[in-house]
T-cell receptor, first 113, second 113 residues
Framework: GDSVTQMEGPVTLSEEAFLTINCMYT??????LFWYVQYPGEGLQLLLK?????DKGSNKGFEATYRKETTSFHLEKGSVQVSDSAVYFC????????????FGKGTTLSVSS | KAGVTQTPRYLIKTRGQQVTLSCSPI?????VSWYQQTPGQGLQFLFE???????NKGNFPGRFSGRQFSNSRSEMNVSTLELGDSALYLC????????????FGSGTRLTVV
């Protein structure tokens, strides 16, 4: 079935470092892809999304490009801040999943000053 | 505007009891979905309601049920609680479907003892 695989965490970075969190997906057809972020004690927030191949989603300095040829949707940010410390989830929806989101396991990011 | 409101925030129940969780979506949102979040299984889809009808259902036993009211508010019920039902239960609402992007509530933390 459809699935999402994220890189294992935690990821520990210093402030202003470059961030990449890898996300690979398996899906039939043409899924829509999402990144969600969860801050401590809160629910998830939509960070960005892409609905077709080669689309680039971006928000708050974060970017991810929908790569159908490599079935990937890696999250990047050029310069992280302490306030970016959170858990990041890659997710997809597809014909098989219907109206449900299929999430990866999440990657914990910790940024120190 | 008000976000997604889940009540209660915390619950402690005994094995064998039943529990009802409540979710008030963002005004105008007609789709409400429920997810279970645990350290071991991550985020798993329970069900989705749209205009008072269950539109999609995940792979959970029949002890898990839900409903949606005419004002789009939703409740989920878990009967005959088991220790393994201890989790964070997240409600998410959307205008029409997940492809518009969800807005999540802060969740209800259920502990079964």
């Amino acid at each position: 079935g459809d699935s999402v695989t994220q890189m294992e965490g935690p990821v520990t970075l210093s402030e202003e470092a470059f961030l990449t969190i890898n996300c690979m997906y398996t899906a039939t057809g043409y899924p829509s892809l999402f990144w969600y972020v969860q801050y401590p004690g809160e629910g998830l927030q939509l960070l960005l999304k892409a609905t077709k191949a080669d689309d680039k989603g971006s928000n708050k300095g974060f970017e991810a490009t929908y790569r159908k040829e490599t079935t990937s949707f890696h999250l990047e940010k050029g310069s992280v801040q302490v306030s970016d410390s959170a858990v990041y989830f890659c997710a997809l929806t597809s014909n098989q999943a219907g109206t449900a989101l299929i999430f990866g396991k999440g990657t914990t990011l910790s940024v120190s000053s | 505007k008000a976000g997604v409101t889940q009540t209660p925030r915390y619950l402690i129940k005994t094995r064998g009891q039943q529990v009802t969780l409540s979710c008030s979506p963002i005004s105008g949102h007609r789709s409400v979905s429920w997810y279970q979040q645990t350290p071991g299984q991550g985020l798993q889809f329970l069900f989705e309601y749209f205009s008072e009808t269950q539109r999609n259902k995940g792979n959970f036993p029949g002890r898990f049920s839900g409903r949606q009211f005419s004002n789009s508010r939703s409740e989920m019920n878990v009967s005959t609680l088991e220790l393994g039902d201890s989790a964070l239960y997240l409600c998410a609402s959307s205008l029409e479907s997940v492809n518009y992007g969800y807005t999540f509530g802060s969740g209800t933390r259920l502990t079964v003892v």
